[in-house]
Structures are given as structure tokens and as C-alpha cells.
């Protein structure tokens, strides 16, 4: 995969992709990825998170268990390859110092999209507004897929 026709992509707007079909701007742009065989990465820990996060829209009485492990089965089979790269780690903790992060686990996918030299999407709001300041102009939210 070269870096023009790569994407990496966030447990955030996975789980916005797979629960929100009628979000037509994060339908749009995974469509065009397809049409355009845009690869898609993430870091391993990509669909513990997801898992994490259905599981916990079950225990919250959010979602039937029937919707979430249906959501589930989804989300694992979209074609997204997942690095499992040992220095993935060392470069997350050095990311997560450098914008203060408060844990590492966005900087994985942060640290993937930077040693690749390609877009971060995320539906993550805060995880954008917190990269702001630092103009990190690869790191694309949802919104600016509108339009």
C-alpha cells in the first residue's frame, strides 16, 4: 500500500460507521475508500477497543445484545489491516508526552498514521480539539468530511 491510497482509522469512527449508517458524511467517505481502493490500517488494539466500547453500550442498556454482537461480527470483518509493530509502542508513549495525552491508546493509532505519513480519521472530537494547538494538520475528525 502506498501512502496516497492508505488511510488509518480509529475505533471512534469505526464504531460511528458501523452504529450510525444514516451518518451520511462517514458513509460517504468510507464508500469512496472502497470505490478508490484506499487501504485501511489501524493498530492492533483497534477492535479491542471497539469490542470494549459495544460492550459497554450493552451494559448500559444502549443497545440489545443482539445489535451489539451483530455490530460486532460488522466491524470485524471490514477489510482494515492491523500493524502490530513492537516500536508502534515506544513511539506511542513519545506521541501521548508530546500533546499531553492522557492515556496511550489514541496515540497508537496517532503513532501509526505519522510513521506511515498518512491520515488519521476519527470521529473523536476531543481527540481532535487537543491536537489543535499543535497544528497537526494529518489527523482529519469527521467533520471535515462534510461538504
Known sequence: ????????????????????PENKSVQSLWQSWI???????APS????????????????KMLSAETI??????????PITLINEKNLHLKAREIAMRFNLPATYDAHYLALAEWMEVNLWT????????????????VKGIESARG
Do not use: H
Open 1 to 20: 500500500m502506498s501512502k496516497s491510497t492508505t488511510v488509518c482509522v480509529d475505533a471512534s469512527f469505526i464504531l460511528r460507521y458501523v452504529l450510525q
Open 45 to 60: 488494539l483497534l477492535f479491542y477497543e471497539v469490542t470494549n466500547a459495544l460492550y459497554q453500550q450493552q451494559r448500559n
Open 35 to 41: 470505490l478508490d481502493e484506499v487501504g485501511l490500517v
Open 69 to 78: 454482537w451483530e455490530t460486532l461480527e460488522l466491524s470485524l470483518d471490514l
Open 123 to 138: 470521529a473523536d472530537a476531543r481527540l481532535v480539539n487537543t491536537l489543535k494547538p499543535f497544528k497537526v494538520k494529518w
